[in-house]
């Protein structure tokens, strides 16, 4: 892999989940274990298994289960807030964060009391709720709740492995 032109794109959580998911799997099948490219190595060895962490850990929407993303989700995401004419940072922070309140989205969005009305806020959350999952937050909660007994498990049972 060869980077032809640097910070040309960025890429949400979901998009680097996936292709780290599909590295890794498409090498497995292969069966190719000693020659792989040499940014691969180093990431599926030392940070593979820590962005998974990351990414699996409460609140982030990739947490939930089942998984809120799919292909599509980006597209329709992109096409449903167009009319707000959000910057490419701004969508990506809500790709990322999902945010579930207006108040969450004003963390976000740069000068959002200025640029969009209450009316528009809520629109905005009610799209980021339909199109990226649910916006009550429940599954965040579940999955927090989750991680707290795999915890708890963890500290009567050391040796305990848990599935990423």
């Not at 004419?85 to 200025?114: C, G, H, Q, W």
């Amino acid at each position: 892999m060869k980077i032809l032109e640097a910070q040309s794109a960025t890429l949400t959580n979901y998009e680097v989940y996936t292709h780290l998911t599909e590295q890794r799997s498409r090498y497995a099948k292969k069966g190719i274990k000693g020659r792989r490219p040499g940014n691969l190595e180093t990431v599926v060895k030392e940070d593979y298994l820590q962005l998974l962490e990351y990414f699996h850990e409460a609140p982030s929407p990739l947490a939930s289960k089942p998984l809120p993303y799919n292909d599509q989700t980006i597209g329709t995401l992109l096409e449903r807030l167009r009319p707000f004419n959000f910057t490419k940072a701004e969508i990506l922070m809500i790709m990322n964060l999902r945010p579930t309140k207006a108040e969450s989205l004003n963390t976000i969005v740069e000068e959002m009391d200025d640029r969009f009305s209450d009316e528009q806020q809520l629109e905005i959350v009610e799209i980021i709720a339909e199109v990226l999952g649910t916006a009550d937050g429940t599954a965040e909660r579940q999955a927090m709740n989750d991680q707290a007994e795999v915890r708890k498990a963890q500290q009567l049972d050391p040796k305990m492995e848990v599935d990423g």
